[in-house]
């Protein structure tokens, strides 16, 4: 049983997203999601083209939304690598949990989901291999202070992949 994602409190710099993505606009999202997905399918196509994952890779989902892309950034880490889809709504965070439990067991690598902001959470130095995102960056107030906060957590080698 999905249990939904405690509401993360509306502070720091995206608190403004944060409290609309925890209201009507996040309950729609989660409640047509696999339209959603249908139709932005070619732009989570062309960030994973550009991503150019590698087996083993650990990567952030940035924005995961009820991760769509997320999913598919675990298949092409494989069993060894990890992603971790990251997004401020607790309704989409919720569905994404949801759709993790019901594809458990299935083939491809491992998708887990977090409720925080991306832009503030501390994700521990070198945590990733690459950042990726469809559309979740263009919802940050600050993108240069966000950019100089997740810079960390990438790996010496490590890359990025936005639309």
């Not at 049983?1 to 009507?24: E, K, V």
């Not at 902001?117 to 994700?123: K, L, N, V």
């Not at 202070?145 to 990025?160: D, N, Q, Y």
Request: glycine letters at 12%; aromatic letters at 8%; proline letters at 6%.
């Amino acid at each position: 049983m999905t249990t939904p994602a405690t509401p993360l409190a509306a502070s720091g710099p995206n608190a403004d997203q944060i409290d609309y993505w925890n209201g009507d606009a996040g309950e729609r999202w989660a409640r047509y999601q696999d339209k959603l997905d249908a139709m932005l399918q070619p732009f989570s196509s062309a960030v994973l083209e550009l991503a150019d994952i590698k087996p083993g890779e650990r990567l952030m989902d940035i924005g995961c939304g009820c991760g769509a892309t997320t999913f598919e950034a675990a298949e092409h880490a494989g069993p060894a690598g990890h992603a971790l889809g990251v997004d401020i709504s607790g309704p989409m965070i919720a569905r994404a949990r949801k759709r993790a439990e019901e594809r458990a067991g299935t083939s491809g690598g491992h998708a887990e989901f977090m409720l925080a902001d991306a832009a503030t959470h501390d994700f521990g130095a070198g945590a990733f291999d690459l950042l990726v995102s469809r559309f979740g960056i263009m919802f940050f107030a600050d993108p240069v202070a966000a950019f100089s906060h997740m810079k960390p957590s990438l790996g010496t080698s490590g890359r990025i992949a936005f639309v």
